[in-house]
């Protein structure tokens, strides 16, 4: 079973978590300037590496809070965490 370690609560179950998606790169600063194309190609087409991938999570059942976890997607193995807002480790 996967355990994450939420940087305000500590180690829990990840039922109590809602998964956000890639977090490898950043949002794009002004989404207004963007083709619907580029816009698309932000929001849906994404690599899925083997290996090591930085994904935004939500406390969703807990304290509700956003953070970054680095996880290996072979193992399951997670490391570092940064509070969301906060710079990435
Ligand atoms: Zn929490």
């Keep these: 079973m996967l355990r994450?370690?939420?940087p305000f609560c500590g180690e829990r179950d990840y039922t109590?978590?809602?998964f956000w998606g890639d977090a490898s790169f950043p949002r794009p600063a002004d989404p207004q300037e963007l083709s619907d194309?580029?816009?698309s190609e932000h929001l849906f087409?994404?690599?899925?590496?083997a290996g090591q991938y930085l994904e935004y999570w939500h406390h969703?059942?807990?304290c509700r809070g956003?953070?970054?976890?680095?996880r290996d997607t072979r193992t399951h193995l997670i490391s570092p965490v940064c509070r969301?807002?906060?710079g990435r480790s």
């Design 60 to 62: 969703a059942l807990g």
């Design 16 to 18: 109590e978590f809602a």
């Design 4 to 6: 994450i370690p939420c």
């Design 45 to 49: 087409h994404r690599d899925n590496p």
């Design 37 to 39: 194309s580029e816009w």
């Design 66 to 70: 956003w953070f970054i976890i680095q």
């Design 84 to 86: 969301g807002g906060e």
